[in-house]
């Protein structure tokens, strides 16, 4: 992605990569990309997005894998406030939630890239994120843009928790134009201004169900 930050124009692709292989479930695959990380992220020229990924990646080098692997699923997997499933931020455990997961799909097959799923579904962030660094720059920010306030509100609940994955959705979210909320209701109120109809997203509603005010 290209996006002017008040300096030059910088391509956040690697951005992109890099978060998503970040918020995947830590493996012995994640460890050993340490290193390609390291060097990647030492040479992007953009030091506020690089920056939080190079401090994550620390904590992937410092920490066995065990303790990975049990610190994410505390993370992710026992409290709907930190979800990664973008869909139940917009449309919780609804029957429209089903219709959105096909527009994932379809946009996919629509790019022309070949999307992995991982078998995750595909709105899980680390998918969205790879389909991201492959696609075109517009395309990446309409699509993260339209999803703002979810990625907003899951950086804050990690932020709260104080755990090192705050620094992942940091970067991402500094990729994204204008600042980024200080607090829950400044992140809800994100909704009033994405446009409901943005290139080639017509598809997707922004507006975000009380699930994500009230768990």
């Given amino acids: 992605m290209r996006w002017l930050r008040g300096r030059r124009e910088v391509d956040q692709r690697v951005i992109y990569q890099a978060a998503a292989w970040c918020l995947t479930y830590p493996d012995s695959q994640l460890l050993s990309r340490i ?85 995750e579904l595909p709105d899980h962030l680390p998918v969205v994120l790879e389909f991201c660094a492959r696609a075109q720059p517009a395309t990446a920010v309409e699509l993260l843009t339209v999803y703002r306030a979810a990625l907003e509100l899951i950086r804050l609940g990690l932020v709260d928790l104080g755990t090192p994955y705050a620094d992942v959705m940091t970067a991402i979210c500094a990729c994204l134009p204008g600042e980024s909320p200080t607090d829950r209701q400044s992140a809800l109120a994100l909704r009033a201004t994405i446009p409901i109809e943005t290139v080639g997203l017509e598809a997707f509603d922004p507006r975000l169900l009380p699930i994500a005010e009230t768990r």
């Fill in 35 to 119: 290193g390609l990380l390291r060097e990647a992220l030492g040479e992007h020229p953009d030091r506020t997005v690089a920056a939080p990924l190079e401090r994550f990646v620390d904590h992937l080098a410092g920490s066995d894998i065990d303790k990975l692997q049990r610190e994410y699923v505390d993370v992710f997997d026992l409290s709907s406030k930190r979800t990664l499933y973008l869909s139940y931020w917009t449309d919780g455990d609804t029957r429209r939630r089903g219709s959105v997961l096909g527009e994932f799909k379809q946009r996919y097959r629509d790019s022309g890239y070949l999307v992995d799923l991982h078998g």
